[in-house]
């Protein structure tokens, strides 16, 4: 859609959607009106946020629930971005209120089995039951509290999520007495509101439900017409200048555009669910509600306007030194504000935490400057050092056994520097066959763990009953089959040094939980074993799936083990994005064949350079070099690589030289096999050179008839 020109979205119901798209938007200056609600923690240039946030969903029924009902309350919510933000600050709110929570479970997206939750609200009874259960799995967690003879006046569930639609999909039966609270509902009782869902429904054509993220929509599809009408513009910046600070009547009420961070001011109410499937609305915050999306201050959305953060003061302090990075750190920790620089630099976003070690691997490269704002933030900027040069488009850059001349691997490098530098956990992406390991072990060779082991686990080869063994070791006896005398684990292999889990979104998600308790412990239990063990391990993860989406729409991924192994992300280009390295590549692949077998073609014919210039490379790295091997093998001893030499589906057909020169499928194969046997001294090292297996290796043998004695 943006190589077609489009610039404005609307859309994009998911965290994890939003988030995989900010750097697109942020390339092309386009501009996205998010209309969910979500949790809050970012502040994005490029995004208009009508949904709601924590501080004026959560503190409100916290604070009704208080009053109305009690202190204990019961969090069950998915296995996703929204429920464990939302219900940290859940966790924080209780605390200064004197309540606490009883019970808490995150279940992966699509769970359906809720029995354990009904027995664990027996015997914890909670005054309530605060759900932040997203997507189908609200289907079975309803029915199943109704089926077990918990209903609304017994156990009544409170949940910023479920509305008009999401009733409609579960049954007005199981709903019954249950509450939500929003900014809208279609039940609100103003002619505005009344005229509103009329003509909406008129709109749709059908006698439809509108739920808060429908009419979210609305409001900000409306409010972007009105901007690009009177601005005559359509660039992102222009249309949020024109909205910030603008207040607007709606069918809700009053809502203002706040002018820091483009999110909606507005009224919040609380609706308890009639038979009918609609609200009634049973508290109303009479006054706007401002969105807070850091949440720095507690508030009070009962009765007054939250804390005003100083906003104004912190942005002057920014543009005076804006062509530098430039972060803004509350006192826990916690980002408030980074710059597009801070945020490349250090690989974050606002509302991530950075602690003094991140910065302080920083120092070589830069003078950090600290300043105290109205003793509640401190802004850091960090000043480039004079002698650190600047790397030049084009020029050839090498982090260790890695090299490339493409800009974009150039930055991810850079990226890759600052991580041998530390000893944060590195999440590295790309698809199959592009190198991560290599880069891994790339950033362990430059980082202070040099010295000590690199220990590579492919996680996805694993039998799912033997990850934990393998990766924390078990003691003699601990199960049957356990070798004698017990084995030490791959976190105790790699003590001091790195341990790389390939292939990490291929992990059962059953062991993720123990992998992220050793994580954030840093501690290991054998199998079978009562001691814990201390462990000094640098992780580095790699996989070719993309995370956020296995988060968000498959439930195979744990969010909170991602966000511990994304503290730095670096994203390796597809071969064919880098096609300026593809000859340098093969240059490197020729020299080490040439060390490995003494002899063979030191260089490659231009027209088989072409060829390999235009190929796809859909193995990436890996492909190349086991072509090149096989080509090199082929070619043996002549000087050069040639077409010819190149596999049939890289060849272009010439028919001048084709009865000449190309060798058929089955021939080339057979001259492939008789090298590699005359090169090795054994059938398992020629398989290697191959890439087969052994007994792949002896039934070619037996078809071609190939004698390894005379070969």
Not at 62 to 79: A, E, M, P, T
Not at 147 to 156: C, T
Not at 501 to 523: F, S, V
């Amino acid at each position: 859609m943006i190589a077609r020109g489009i610039r404005i979205f609307a859309g994009c119901y998911s965290s994890a959607c939003r988030k995989a798209i900010l750097p697109l938007l942020k390339q092309h200056d386009c501009l996205l009106m998010y209309p969910a609600l979500y949790e809050g923690k970012e502040t994005d240039k490029n995004v208009l946020y009508t949904g709601e946030v924590p501080n004026q969903q959560i503190e409100t029924m916290l604070n009704y629930i208080i009053r109305h009902f009690g202190k204990k309350i019961f969090l069950v919510g998915s296995d996703y971005i929204y429920p464990h933000y939302t219900n940290q600050q859940v966790h924080h709110l209780l605390s200064k209120k004197n309540g606490f929570v009883v019970g808490e479970h995150h279940l992966p997206l699509g769970h359906t089995n809720f029995s354990f939750i009904i027995d664990e609200l027996k015997t914890t009874a909670p005054d309530v039951v605060l759900s932040t259960v997203v997507g189908e799995s609200q289907i079975p967690f309803y029915r199943a509290l109704y089926e077990a003879g918990f209903s609304a006046e017994k156990m009544p569930v409170f949940s910023p999520i479920t509305k008009e639609s999401e009733i409609k999909a579960i049954g007005e039966t199981f709903m019954a007495g249950h509450y939500a609270c929003g900014g809208y509902f279609q039940s609100i009782d103003s002619e505005d509101n009344i005229r509103f869902v009329d003509q909406f429904k008129k709109f749709i054509g059908c006698d439809t439900v509108i739920s808060s993220v429908m009419f979210n929509t609305y409001i900000g599809v409306r409010l972007l017409l009105e901007s690009i009408t009177e601005t005559g513009s359509t660039y992102y910046q222009t249309l949020l200048d024109y909205l910030s600070g603008k207040m607007y009547e709606t069918p809700e009420g009053t809502i203002c555009i706040d002018a820091d961070h483009h999110h909606l001011s507005r009224k919040i109410r609380i609706g308890r669910i009639s038979i009918n499937g609609q609200f009634t609305i049973i508290w109303d915050s009479k006054d706007t509600i401002k969105a807070c999306p850091f949440f720095l201050e507690e508030t009070d959305g009962m009765s007054k306007q939250p804390t005003k953060v100083d906003w104004q003061a912190m942005i002057l302090e920014w543009g005076k030194i804006s062509d530098e990075p430039v972060l803004l750190i509350s006192q826990t920790g916690q980002v408030v504000y980074a710059n597009q620089k801070a945020c490349d630099l250090l690989k974050i976003e606002p509302g991530e935490i950075i602690n003094d070690n991140k910065l302080s691997e920083l120092k070589y490269s830069f003078t950090i400057i600290r300043e105290y704002i109205e003793s509640c933030f401190e802004l850091i900027v960090l000043r480039k050092k004079q002698n650190e040069g600047r790397q030049v488009q084009g020029e050839k850059m090498a982090f260790s056994s890695v090299v490339t001349r493409n800009a974009a691997f150039q930055k991810q490098l850079k990226i890759a520097e600052v991580a041998a530098r530390c000893n944060a956990n590195v999440l590295i992406l790309g698809e199959t066959g592009v190198g991560k390991e290599v880069l891994a072990c790339a950033i362990h060779s430059q980082s202070s763990r040099a010295q000590k082991p690199f220990v590579a686990v492919n996680t996805a080869a694993l039998p799912e009953n033997l990850i934990a063994s393998e990766l924390f070791g078990y003691v003699d006896g601990a199960f049957t089959g356990a070798r004698k005398g017990g084995k030490i684990g791959k976190f105790e292999m790699a003590q001091g040094g790195t341990l790389f889990l390939d292939e990490i979104g291929d992990m059962p998600i059953e062991q993720q939980a123990a992998l992220l308790r050793t994580i954030e412990q840093r501690k290991i239990t054998r199998i079978g074993d009562t001691k814990e063990r201390a462990i000094d391990v640098r992780i580095i993860a790699a996989t070719n799936k993309s995370l956020k989406e296995e988060i968000a729409f498959n439930g195979s991924f744990r969010s909170d083990l991602y966000f511990r192994l994304n503290v730095l992300s670096i994203q390796i280009p597809a071969l064919r994005d880098r096609r300026e390295d593809i000859l340098e590549l093969v240059q490197k692949f020729l020299a080490q064949f040439q060390e490995e077998y003494k002899n063979g073609p030191k260089r490659i014919s231009d027209k088989a350079a072409e060829i390999l210039l235009s190929y796809s490379w859909p193995g990436n790295v890996r492909e190349l070099r086991n072509m090149m091997e096989r080509s090199f093998l082929l070619a043996f001893p002549e000087d050069s690589i040639e077409p010819w030499h190149l596999p049939d589906e890289l060849s272009v057909q010439n028919s001048s030289h084709a009865s000449s020169t190309e060798l058929s499928l089955s021939e080339s194969t057979k001259q492939s096999i008789i090298t590699a046997v005359n090169l090795t001294s054994t059938l398992t090292e020629a398989s290697k050179k191959l890439g087969i297996s052994r007994s792949t290796l002896y039934r070619k043998l037996k078809e071609f008839d190939i004698n390894t004695k005379s070969s």
